[in-house]
């Protein structure tokens, strides 16, 4: 049996010099490498640009302990898993940002480090940044206190004391899984009103009642505390000036999340937040508004931004691409 062909597969080998590359993925979360799984499994010559951070928001996570057959995982050593998992097929891993990206003709063309790399189909999978609120302290102590997901990370906060920064629905989401778990969760918002939906404020409205959420109005954190783990902030009230600290287990800052889509503005449909637009066309529910590119996880999705969900994605758009591969001529 060839290096290329275990259990009845073949797997991708990289392409002819000169050709182009079956499948470019841009991007190496969750998303972008569950991809390279189901494209170099599909034997499609598959390479991937992962950026010279790679691996994603989990990166910056500590334990894991909702990813599906792996309880309290790292989220580094999830993500080296998942890299070995798609290199053990064939993909190649770039570990460079793409420059530029041509979408005009086909085969398409990436710039990555001043070279020239042409595909057949590509999957977007850059994701979205955390809007942190750029403190000192805050950068050092994220997973170590400091999060930006309650779906995440609350367990870890059964019967302790948490903040939550924002006031749009996000931020009373996370407020409201929170409740299930901490002693007090505590709102500070730099204004004195929420932007969050009617519904959402009478949620949290109704956990102050009870005693679960208190809000510190006209506020906002300038510093972060701690050693090994957050301790205490240091919450200043924007009226008066006045600082003063407060000692707090956890912080989860929610005051939103930035598309990674700078490159493919203008080239690709993008919605009003600047998220990737996905238009389904015939069997392709991941394609964008370009036939032969594809997107995954947070780039498109803001609404569950998980691993587990950011991973279907992947499956999804690789499962598509490899279709989409094997159409002489796309039907659109």
């Not at 890299?83 to 570990?95: M, P, R, T, V, W």
């Given at each position: 049996m060839s290096d290329s062909e275990k259990g009845g597969f073949s797997f991708a080998s990289k392409p002819k010099q000169g050709e182009p590359w079956d499948v470019a993925i841009v991007g190496s979360g969750p998303s972008g490498l569950t991809a390279a799984i189901y494209t170099t499994r599909g034997a499609a010559s598959t390479i991937i640009f992962a950026g010279e951070r790679w691996g994603g928001q989990l990166m910056l996570t500590t334990t894991i302990d909702n990813y599906p057959a792996l309880p309290s995982v790292q989220g580094p050593d999830l993500m080296q898993k998942m890299k070995d998992h798609a290199l053990s097929f064939g993909a190649e891993?770039?570990?460079?940002?793409?420059?530029?990206?041509?979408?005009?003709?086909?085969?398409?063309?990436?710039?990555?480090?001043?070279?020239?790399?042409?595909?057949?189909?590509?999957?977007?999978?850059?994701?979205?940044?955390?809007?942190?609120?750029?403190?000192?302290?805050?950068?050092?102590?994220?997973?170590?206190?400091?999060?930006?997901?309650?779906?995440?990370?609350?367990?870890?906060?059964?019967?302790?004391?948490?903040?939550?920064?924002?006031?749009?629905?996000?931020?009373?989401?996370?407020a409201m899984v929170l409740t299930k778990y901490a002693i007090l969760v505590t709102i500070v918002h730099r204004r004195g009103e929420f932007r969050a939906s009617a519904a959402m404020q009478a949620k949290v409205s109704a956990e102050e009642k009870n005693g679960k959420i208190k809000i510190i109005w006209d506020s906002e954190i300038t510093q972060f505390i701690g050693r090994d783990k957050l301790d205490r902030v240091t919450v200043k009230n924007i009226k008066d000036g006045k600082e003063r600290e407060v000692a707090i287990d956890g912080v989860f800052v929610a005051i939103g999340h930035v598309p990674s889509t700078k490159i493919f503005q203008g080239k690709l449909a993008l919605d009003e937040k600047g998220y990737i637009k996905k238009v389904p066309i015939d069997t392709f529910q991941m394609s964008t508004s370009i036939p032969g590119v594809f997107v995954a996880g947070d780039v498109h999705d803001y609404h569950y931004r998980q691993a587990i969900t950011a991973a279907g994605f992947g499956c999804q758009a690789g499962m598509d691409a490899l279709v989409f591969l094997d159409k002489p001529t796309p039907s659109w």
């Amino acid at each position: 049996m060839s290096d290329s062909e275990k259990g009845g597969f073949s797997f991708a080998s990289k392409p002819k010099q000169g050709e182009p590359w079956d499948v470019a993925i841009v991007g190496s979360g969750p998303s972008g490498l569950t991809a390279a799984i189901y494209t170099t499994r599909g034997a499609a010559s598959t390479i991937i640009f992962a950026g010279e951070r790679w691996g994603g928001q989990l990166m910056l996570t500590t334990t894991i302990d909702n990813y599906p057959a792996l309880p309290s995982v790292q989220g580094p050593d999830l993500m080296q898993k998942m890299k070995d998992h798609a290199l053990s097929f064939g993909a190649e891993f770039i570990q460079k940002n793409v420059e530029n990206i041509e979408l005009g003709k086909a085969p398409f063309e990436l710039t990555v480090a001043g070279q020239r790399f042409l595909a057949k189909s590509v999957i977007v999978a850059t994701g979205a940044d955390t809007k942190w609120l750029g403190v000192p302290g805050e950068k050092e102590l994220i997973g170590r206190g400091v999060s930006s997901c309650a779906p995440c990370d609350a367990p870890f906060f059964k019967q302790k004391n948490v903040m939550v920064v924002g006031g749009g629905d996000s931020a009373m989401e996370e407020a409201m899984v929170l409740t299930k778990y901490a002693i007090l969760v505590t709102i500070v918002h730099r204004r004195g009103e929420f932007r969050a939906s009617a519904a959402m404020q009478a949620k949290v409205s109704a956990e102050e009642k009870n005693g679960k959420i208190k809000i510190i109005w006209d506020s906002e954190i300038t510093q972060f505390i701690g050693r090994d783990k957050l301790d205490r902030v240091t919450v200043k009230n924007i009226k008066d000036g006045k600082e003063r600290e407060v000692a707090i287990d956890g912080v989860f800052v929610a005051i939103g999340h930035v598309p990674s889509t700078k490159i493919f503005q203008g080239k690709l449909a993008l919605d009003e937040k600047g998220y990737i637009k996905k238009v389904p066309i015939d069997t392709f529910q991941m394609s964008t508004s370009i036939p032969g590119v594809f997107v995954a996880g947070d780039v498109h999705d803001y609404h569950y931004r998980q691993a587990i969900t950011a991973a279907g994605f992947g499956c999804q758009a690789g499962m598509d691409a490899l279709v989409f591969l094997d159409k002489p001529t796309p039907s659109w």
